[in-house]
């Protein structure tokens, strides 16, 4: 069984940050920052030895990959950052491609939403970089700067073809014919042309039942987000959708202070690890193409204050349990020998299997307790 942790590049500085953010801005930023609001919860989250590396340093990415071959993890999904033409945090991803002798396996997710402050604001957000998706001609300088990475032998193929995994493509308009041209030019550049894939969290957006996803070899049940979707009702979605708009008018119409009141009353809860995890192990798939997703840990009260979410009675013990669990069905529901983690170091969101001071190595041992005891042979790098 291939193990792919997803991977977060903003643990460095960049000019675009310190002008949004201040200073110096990174996700340890946000991390250190985090406070505990229940009993239950586990906050702040400290990395082991004090850690709080910086991505400039290839040193840094050496030590990532060595620890995550390891503990059987095949490869890293690492996000990429791009607004028709302008990069953002691509520094650790250049540097993997640069770096030969880190013999580790790697393919990119685009994270195609605009660039904002959604994630800190209570209400209207600001965009700072906004994402078209343009033309032909926007198509193929995309294409040119992603086949370096992709002809890398480094690259994670699937039946020869580079894997390209796309955030959020309900959003993008002229999906198709994009991806099609992404494809004719790769096989024009000597490849197999490229396999696709997205993360799919609510299947009300794009599907194989809506036919939105013709150009899409596989769907990944982002966890997660994804049963967080599957929880709610058709009545509490709407709820949720009500709820939302109050507080957006809220915003708008009343004293900052008074606003920020009604959300520390309101916002916020506490989701049940146990519970979620037992619905993705129920989870039936829908189609071929769905992938399944595991998730270490959940809490982005770092990021959204008491806006957040997050779980309680989270152990390395059950995430071992309940991942041991995941690879069965994986290999016998989903007919699949590959599956995603959320995540190796999504620290402000709580998701990461990288060490920290409470759980040290745990959940990394899980991983690969599960993977010997589930018989998967662990890759040749």
């Given at each position: 069984?291939?193990?792919?942790?997803f991977y977060l590049p903003q643990f460095h500085p960049i000019p675009e940050n310190d002008k949004l953010w201040g200073t110096g801005f990174t996700e340890w930023t946000n991390?250190?920052?985090?406070?505990?609001?229940?009993?239950?919860?586990?906050?702040?989250?400290?990395?082991?030895?004090?850690?709080?590396?910086?991505?400039?340093?290839?040193?840094?990415?050496?030590?990532?990959?060595?620890?995550?071959?390891?503990?059987?993890?095949?490869?890293?999904?690492?996000?990429?950052?791009?607004?028709?033409?302008?990069?953002?945090?691509?520094?650790?991803?250049?540097?993997?491609?640069?770096?030969?002798?880190?013999?580790?396996?790697?393919?990119?997710?685009?994270?195609?939403?605009?660039?904002?402050?959604?994630?800190?604001?209570?209400?209207?957000?600001?965009v700072f970089f906004e994402q078209k998706y343009g033309n032909r001609n926007d198509w193929e300088n995309h294409f040119e700067y992603l086949y370096q990475f992709f002809i890398?032998?480094?690259?994670?193929?699937?039946?020869?073809?580079?894997?390209?995994?796309?955030?959020?493509?309900?959003?993008?308009?002229?999906?198709?014919?994009?991806?099609?041209?992404?494809?004719?030019?790769?096989?024009?550049?000597?490849?197999?042309?490229?396999?696709?894939?997205?993360?799919?969290?609510?299947?009300?957006?794009?599907?194989?039942?809506?036919?939105?996803?013709?150009?899409?070899?596989?769907?990944?049940?982002?966890?997660?987000?994804?049963?967080?979707?599957?929880?709610?009702?058709?009545?509490?979605?709407?709820?949720?959708?009500?709820?939302?708009?109050?507080?957006?008018?809220?915003g708008e119409h009343l004293d900052t202070n008074v606003f920020t009141t009604i959300i520390v009353k309101t916002g916020g809860m506490a989701r049940d690890y146990d519970k979620?995890?037992?619905?993705?192990?129920?989870?039936?798939?829908?189609?071929?193409?769905?992938?399944?997703?595991?998730?270490?840990?959940?809490?982005?009260?770092?990021?959204?204050?008491?806006?957040?979410?997050?779980?309680?009675?989270?152990?390395?013990?059950?995430?071992?349990?309940?991942?041991?669990?995941?690879?069965?069905?994986?290999?016998?529901?989903?007919?699949?020998?590959?599956?995603?983690?959320?995540?190796?170091?999504?620290?402000?969101?709580?998701?990461?299997?990288?060490?920290?001071?409470?759980?040290?190595?745990?959940?990394?041992?899980?991983?690969?307790?599960?993977?010997?005891?589930?018989?998967?042979?662990?890759?040749?790098?």
């Open positions: 069984m291939k193990v792919i942790a991390v250190k920052k985090a406070k505990k609001y229940k009993d239950d919860q586990y906050q702040p989250r400290e990395p082991l030895n004090d850690n709080y590396y910086d991505l400039r340093d290839i040193s840094v990415i050496r030590w990532q990959t060595e620890l995550a071959k390891e503990y059987g993890i095949y490869g890293f999904c690492i996000y990429h950052y791009w607004f028709n033409g302008k990069l953002l945090l691509e520094k650790p991803l250049e540097m993997m491609l640069e770096a030969k002798d880190i013999k580790f396996p790697y393919c990119i997710c685009w994270a195609n939403e605009n660039w904002t402050n959604q994630w800190k604001a209570n209400t209207n957000y600001e890398d032998d480094r690259y994670i193929k699937i039946n020869g073809k580079p894997l390209l995994v796309i955030y959020r493509p309900d959003i993008i308009e002229n999906i198709d014919e994009m991806l099609y041209f992404w494809n004719e030019k790769a096989k024009e550049y000597g490849l197999k042309g490229l396999c696709f894939a997205y993360q799919k969290v609510d299947e009300a957006f794009f599907n194989f039942e809506n036919g939105k996803d013709k150009m899409f070899d596989y769907h990944i049940e982002y966890q997660p987000s994804s049963v967080m979707n599957w929880a709610q009702s058709k009545k509490m979605k709407k709820i949720v959708e009500i709820k939302r708009k109050v507080f957006r008018w809220l979620d995890w037992t619905a993705i192990l129920k989870h039936e798939p829908k189609s071929r193409k769905d992938v399944p997703c595991a998730f270490v840990d959940w809490d982005n009260t770092p990021r959204r204050g008491r806006r957040g979410i997050y779980y309680k009675n989270v152990s390395c013990k059950s995430f071992g349990a309940y991942f041991k669990e995941l690879i069965k069905k994986a290999e016998k529901q989903y007919a699949k020998d590959f599956l995603f983690v959320f995540a190796w170091n999504e620290w402000a969101e709580g998701g990461y299997l990288e060490p920290d001071k409470k759980n040290r190595y745990g959940y990394l041992e899980a991983i690969k307790e599960a993977l010997v005891n589930a018989d998967s042979i662990f890759e040749n790098y």
